[in-house]
């Protein structure tokens, strides 16, 4: 099966940049999505397609990805920012094809 | 507007069944793949179990013979089956729409404990 892998932490200060890898073999072959949930809430969407925004996400998070590694990177990090972060790709042709990375909590100091 | 909401859960003791609902409304479920995602205490997200738009079905391994998803077109509602449980099927589990999984439930709390 398809493995994601994530750092399990991030630690940024206000007003500097976060960047969150999301690792996997050929991982720039995929579509990569990305969440972000905060405590007691269920999972919101914040990337699509490895660079997509919903509506009503802000601009300064965006994503990337190529090689092996995707990366969702938020720029001018808030204290609202501050939730745990995964990522998911589709593993097309495989009886599981949902795949979550492990998640990383991301800590605005 | 797009709303998943979920019922069932609750406390259950280990070996025996539950079924959880997920009533879909703003959209048609048998149009769209249809997800459960479980989330145990401290932990991060597995994904469980998927149907597709022409039924077929895959289950995580973790849960396969156990679990079963189905729908029922007539309610627009994803059903998740839940037999023999184990105290390690302890979660919050969530229904969500599609892959990318761009809506989702409130979330139901399952606990399997004597």
């Known amino acids: 099966s398809y493995v994601l892998t994530q750092p399990p932490s991030v630690s940024v200060a206000p007003g500097q940049t976060a960047r969150i890898t999301c690792g996997g073999n050929?991982?720039?072959?995929?579509?990569v999505h990305w969440y972000q949930q905060k405590p007691g809430q269920a999972p919101v969407l914040v990337v699509y397609d490895d660079s997509g925004r919903p509506s009503g996400i802000p601009e300064r998070i965006s994503g990337s990805n190529s090689g092996n590694t995707a990366t969702l990177t938020i720029s001018r990090v808030e204290a609202g920012d501050e939730a745990d972060y995964y990522c998911q790709v589709w593993h097309s042709g495989s009886d599981h094809p949902v795949v979550f990375g492990g998640g990383t909590k991301l800590t605005v100091l | 507007e797009v709303q998943l909401v979920q019922s069932g859960g609750g406390l259950i003791q280990p070996g025996g069944s539950l079924r959880l609902s997920c009533a879909a409304s703003?959209?048609?479920?048998?149009?769209?793949?249809m997800n459960w995602v479980r989330q145990a205490p401290g932990k991060g997200l597995e994904w469980v179990s998927v149907i597709d738009r022409g039924g077929s079905t895959y289950y995580a391994d973790s849960v396969k013979g156990r679990f079963t998803i189905s729908r029922d077109k007539s309610k627009n509602t994803v059903y998740l089956q839940m037999n023999s449980l184990r105290a390690e099927d302890t979660a919050v589990y969530y229904c969500?729409?599609?892959?990318?999984?761009?809506?989702w439930g409130q979330g139901t709390l399952v606990t399997v404990s004597s």
């Open positions: 703003g959209f048609t479920v048998s149009s769209n793949y």
């Open positions: 969500a729409r599609d892959s990318p999984l761009d809506y």
């Open positions: 050929n991982i720039g072959s995929k579509s």
